[in-house]
């Protein structure tokens, strides 16, 4: 689980792979960011609680929301930098050609999964905007809304997977 | 479909997706896919997985998860974590094997600043274990200590996974969280007895200093007294603003976060490129944590629709087994899957099961959790899927292979089953200071 932003083997000099990379790493970088104002924003909330000032009164709220965002949003990049948890016991001890095949099995068999949730996730949230309904706590807004960060994040593992396993079939390496 | 075969065909997929090489969190999609349309109504049950995921981590009760993380790598990446360890270094002299007993009160200290295990064994691993080999301490008693502390910041508070136990297990976390204390303070103490009486018995283990090494007096105290004794105020905050109820565990989290942000300004460590590497590095393992959330949320929902949890419940009611034989199953079954899969996994699978189960038969939440966490600890360190055996393959030199990193946590594995076995028979151990705290 290196931190290395990249796969090893990126063609960095392409400009699209330079793009689709920045777009990626920005997905995590939102989620890192989310995460230090959700710490800034509670221990505010606790201080001026406890001061007796004043409670901010969505503060909660408001946190929900950035887990959800971060959770779905980084997703994607975990992917690329091959962070996902995996069980390779098995796969290690194959010969190099079988764990070829084995990587673009399980990559096609993510990108299935992936573009059925993309579907779903958006079938759903046309849905949910066909009827109008509203999320109601302390801030209102029409519940689709929530259902953005999953469309999102499915698109871009469903993009990702595909780019993965082009690359095993291409025999570029590790994707 | 009766029972048995919901059951034999999801855990049969779920394993065979993973055994496949699919990440864990897709493994669990793909199961929630297959699951939804056969026992939640089809379409209708492929509109509730969506629901399920969205609302599955928008939880005010998950964010300790990445707040718990974020202090450990801010105090991690900033270098006042190292500081603090070469403190403790300072302090402890003339005692067989030096540098792993460093590791183990470091390792501890640590802990108590960082909710990340991955964290405490990477710092540890990249900071002793080169000077210790550089010394000629063998690679088993350098490295075991080193894995084994690693899975103490799972159980002393703050813990990211205490926090995820207890919110899916609707475990009290705060009474979660205070019960990991004695637990965790008694596995330092024994590993640290290990270590002495190993290195006396066997010398060639680890080398003694030299004559005249180190420093005494003021010298000696002052490093500990300016760089770890004011990083116990993270401690006191955090633990001490849950117990005065100042705030609450999820918040407690937020404050300790910012509290490890300030200490490290105040030891002027602050960089703006160390907290961006803090930062990215809580992103990345919150997200692996939350994501395998999202993805398994739906699976015990199927589990429920499809009738396994009542039906596997009823099967084991039918043996009428008293709660100490349930509570040594449900640790057998989880030290088995510790064996193959991840914590978080672990959870998800088990927890359906487990705490029916408890309720029913009356055993005492906490002291379940406690016990628990201690059975996921011990699966963090099993071959072949324990992952800090995997991290501190990461930073150990190359010359060392995996089958030494494996026999070095072995002796560290039995103290922790033995802890275990204590926590079992005296369950005063998990729950005796979250009743005084009552």
């Known amino acids: 689980m290196g931190d290395t932003g990249q796969p090893r083997n990126a063609v960095r000099s392409d400009g699209g792979l330079r793009i689709y990379r920045c777009v990626m790493v920005a997905t995590g970088l939102v989620a890192a960011v989310l995460f230090a104002a959700m710490a800034m924003l509670v221990c505010l909330d606790v201080l001026l609680r406890n001061a007796g000032i004043m409670s901010i009164p969505w503060s909660v709220e408001v946190t929900e929301y950035m887990m959800i965002i971060a959770a779905f949003l980084a997703a994607p990049w975990l992917v690329y930098t091959n962070d996902h948890i995996r069980v390779d016991i098995l796969l290690r001890g194959l010969p190099a050609g079988a764990r070829r095949v084995f990587a673009i099995v399980g990559d096609a068999i993510c990108l299935l999964i992936c573009l059925a949730l993309a579907a779903q996730s958006i079938a759903s949230m046309l849905d949910s905007a066909a009827q109008g309904g509203l999320v109601f706590k302390v801030l209102v807004f029409p519940d689709w809304w929530l259902a953005i960060p999953m469309v999102i994040s499915f698109i871009l593992l469903s993009i990702e997977f595909l780019r993965r396993m082009a690359c095993h079939a291409l025999g570029r390496g590790e994707a | ?438």
């Open chain 2, 1 to 438: 479909m009766d029972w048995h075969s919901a059951l034999t065909i999801l855990l049969g997929v779920l394993f065979v997706l993973m055994l496949a090489g699919v990440p864990v969190a897709f493994a669990f999609l793909g199961v929630n896919l297959l699951g939804a349309w056969f026992f939640m109504g089809g379409e209708a049950g492929l509109g509730q997985l969506v629901r399920n995921s969205i609302q599955s981590v928008g939880s005010f009760s998950l964010t300790p998860i990445p707040l718990f993380i974020l202090m450990g790598e801010v105090l991690f990446h900033t270098g006042v974590a190292y500081r603090a360890i070469n403190a403790v270094e300072r302090l402890i002299a003339r005692v067989p094997g030096r540098l792993s007993i460093v590791s183990v009160i470091g390792g501890t200290v640590f802990a108590t600043l960082s909710g990340s295990t991955i964290a405490n064994t990477a710092m540890m691993g990249g900071t002793l274990l080169p000077e210790m080999l550089k010394r000629g301490y063998k690679p088993s008693i350098a490295m075991g200590p080193i894995m084994a502390v690693g899975g103490i910041a799972m159980l002393i508070p703050p813990s990211a996974l205490a926090v995820m136990l207890g919110s899916l297990a609707g475990i009290s976390i705060s009474r979660l969280l205070i019960g990991g204390i004695i637990p965790g303070l008694l596995l330092a103490v024994f590993f640290v007895g290990y270590v002495v009486a190993r290195c006396k018995l066997d010398p060639s283990l680890a080398p003694a200093d030299s004559p005249g090494q180190g420093v005494s007096g003021w010298k000696k105290w002052k490093p500990f007294v300016c760089d770890v004794l004011p990083l116990f105020g993270i401690f006191v905050a955090v633990v001490g603003s849950m117990l005065v109820g100042w705030a609450s565990p999820t918040e407690s989290a937020a404050i300790g976060a910012v509290a490890s942000t300030v200490a490290t300004v105040c030891y002027r460590a602050f960089t703006w490129r160390a907290f961006y590497k803090a930062l990215m590095e809580t992103a990345r393992i919150s997200v692996i944590i939350l994501f395998v959330l999202i993805a398994s949320t739906t699976f015990s929902q199927l589990l429920s629709f499809s009738g396994a949890t009542t039906g596997l419940l009823q099967l084991i009611g039918q043996y009428g087994l008293s709660p100490l034989w349930l509570v040594l199953g449900m640790l057998a079954i989880l030290l088995l899957l510790g064996c193959v899969i991840d914590q978080v996994s672990m959870m998800m699978i088990t927890l359906p099961f487990f705490m029916p189960l408890a309720s029913a038969a009356g055993i005492d939440p906490v002291w379940l959790g406690v016990m628990l966490l201690l059975a996921m600890e011990i699966g963090l360190l099993t071959p072949p899927f324990g992952l800090l055996c995997m991290v501190m393959q990461s930073v150990a030199p190359n010359h060392i292979r995996l089958t030494q990193i494996y026999g070095s946590v072995l002796p560290f594995i039995i103290i922790e089953l033995l802890v275990l076995g204590l926590i079992l028979l005296l369950p005063w151990l998990a729950v005796g200071l979250p009743q005084l705290m009552a």
